[in-house]
């Protein structure tokens, strides 16, 4: 390292890029060739890769006989659920796709029993389409706040130490247990172990926790690297998931053997 001019972890990074574009050719040698270009930067590439490497060494999560799970990979405005039919929709969804926001806002306006509630993380720069868009379809009632314990990131010369979640239900207003608009998420580093944009299981535990009961379905439009699921698994409430993207799909693949994909 000394001798190349670079950092220890930037040359364990160079190589471990390099070990993974043999592994997976189709994923890593068009990144390899940018980096090599210049195009693109060792560090900048560094959480893809921390992902495959997780894909690749993830250990499967067992799933309680008494749990449901159902995994699709298909995008969720073509779901077969039935109308009115489920009390809590907890997801994260693509921030810039406004088009998405609304999709979703009829999708849990379809779906939601009268009372039921759609939890969705959102980022500080996107809150406004969350909130103008899926107040077409439903209630606006709260955002929450989370703080980045862990870390933090610089945007347009802000230092984002918090992200919003917002509270939709769809009429009447039921209610739920009391809960804090402000919840700290101590651990913000585990976040994107499987996904880029991966959200912090404790704090999605929390959400599932106060806005359902043991047994419900809860619906995951936007799964991801499956933080939500594990939520589900490990506070035993049943889950069906949607996740578009056919490589994200082969990771929950990968961490949820034993549920019912399609």
Known sequence: AKYLGVGKDTLRKAEALVIASEKAP???????????????????????????????????????????????????????????????????PVWENKEQWTDLGRFAERILTGGGYLVVFTGNFHLDDAI????????????????????????????????????????????HP???????AKKADRMKTFHLWGKNVEITKTLIEKF????????????????????????????IAYEINPETFQILKKRFPDAKFN
Not at 47 to 66: D, G, Y
Not at 152 to 175: M, N, Q, T
Not at 214 to 232: K, N, R
């Open 26 to 92: 189709e994923k890593f040698k068009a990144i390899l060739e940018k980096v090599d270009s210049g195009r693109r930067t060792i560090s900048n590439v560094a959480s893809e890769l921390a992902q495959w490497e997780n894909a690749e060494n993830v250990k499967p999560m067992p799933i309680p006989e008494s749990v449901e799970l159902s995994i699709s990979n298909t995008d969720f405005n073509h779901s077969d659920i039935a109308s009115g039919s489920v009390n809590l929709i907890v997801t994260d």
């Open 132 to 175: 103008i868009r899926l107040s077409q379809s439903l209630k606006f009632e709260m955002v929450m706040s989370v703080k980045l314990e862990a870390n933090h990131e610089i945007v347009l010369d802000w230092f984002i130490e918090a992200f919003p979640i917002c509270v939709f239900y769809k009429s009447p207003r039921v209610g």
């Open 178 to 184: 009391k809960l804090s608009n402000f919840m700290v």
């Open 212 to 239: 359902s009961k043991p047994d419900d379905l809860i619906i995951e439009p936007c799964a991801g690297g499956g933080s939500t699921i594990q939520a589900c698994i490990e506070t035993k409430r049943n889950c």
